[in-house]
């Protein structure tokens, strides 16, 4: 059985920076795209960003181009979300999600992810 726990959530001002992991465990994920997403209070959840799995291609929504930069260390089975330039509006609770398929791209909806984090609060003050 695949887990996956993300660490590094917490309460940052604005303009502050934050790295979030997501460890892997229950089976090998370096053939699997991996992805970012988040949910804020009475909003949908969304894609942030995503990796295939050799890191050659990666994409990120719109409004987090330039200030977030995701990553992942297949020794590790372990994907990051460095998160810069924090805005208010970034709060929201954070999930990594895997998929259960091998596949050399990014998925971008969430029914393509099998697998998925509890989530991790990041909550950004003005």
């Known amino acids: 059985q695949v887990q996956l726990v993300e660490s590094g959530g917490g309460l940052v001002q604005a303009g502050g920076v934050l790295r979030l992991s997501c460890a892997a465990s229950g089976r090998s994920l370096t053939s699997n795209p991996m992805a970012w997403f988040r949910q804020a209070p009475e909003k949908e959840r969304e894609l942030v960003a995503g990796?295939?799995?050799?890191?050659?291609?990666?994409y990120y929504t719109n409004s987090v181009t330039g200030q977030f930069s995701i990553s992942r260390d297949n020794a590790k089975n372990t994907m990051y979300l460095q998160m810069n330039s924090l805005k208010p509006e970034d709060t929201a609770v954070y999930y990594c999600a895997a998929s259960g398929t091998y596949y050399n791209g990014v998925y971008y909806g969430e029914k393509s992810y099998d697998y998925w984090g509890q989530g991790t609060q990041v909550t950004v003050s003005s």
């Open positions: 990796i295939s799995w050799s890191s050659g291609s990666i």
